[in-house]
């Protein structure tokens, strides 16, 4: 059973950052490509980043180049997302997810990912 735990939101002023951790078990972590989606009151669930399962390719949307990072450490199972430069309309929960096929493929297609965790609400203050 492949399970995913989501820490690490909280409420912070635009501006600031947060670092959010997804803890992994159930199956060999490093094997499979991992990804943060977002969903904002209202809104579709969307795709925020992705990394290979060796961490070596990652995959961003556009809007969110150069203030979000994506990172894993396969020897504890987490995948983690900094966040800089935060502003308000990142307000959503976020939530960790692996895909059901192992590969090098990144997808930023919901439908590419068979678990994911429970979510962690990120609220930027204006």
């Known amino acids: 059973q492949v399970q995913l735990v989501e820490s690490g939101g909280g409420l912070v002023q635009a501006g600031g950052s947060l670092r959010l951790s997804c803890a992994a078990s159930?199956?060999?972590?490093?094997?499979?490509?991992m990804a943060w989606f977002r969903q904002a009151p209202g809104k579709e669930r969307e795709f925020v980043a992705a990394?290979?399962?060796?961490?070596?390719?990652?995959y961003y949307v556009d809007s969110m180049k150069g203030r979000f990072t994506i990172a894993r450490d396969n020897a504890k199972n987490t995948v983690y997302l900094q966040m800089n430069s935060l502003r308000p309309e990142d307000t959503a929960v976020y939530y960790c997810?692996?895909?059901?096929?192992?590969?090098?493929?990144?997808?930023?297609?919901?439908?590419?990912?068979?678990?994911w965790g429970q979510g962690t609400q990120v609220t930027v203050s204006s």
């Open positions: 997810a692996t895909t059901y096929y192992s590969g090098s493929y990144l997808s930023e297609e919901k439908r590419s990912y068979a678990y």
């Open positions: 159930g199956r060999t972590f490093s094997t499979y490509p």
């Open positions: 990394i290979t399962g060796s961490g070596d390719s990652k």
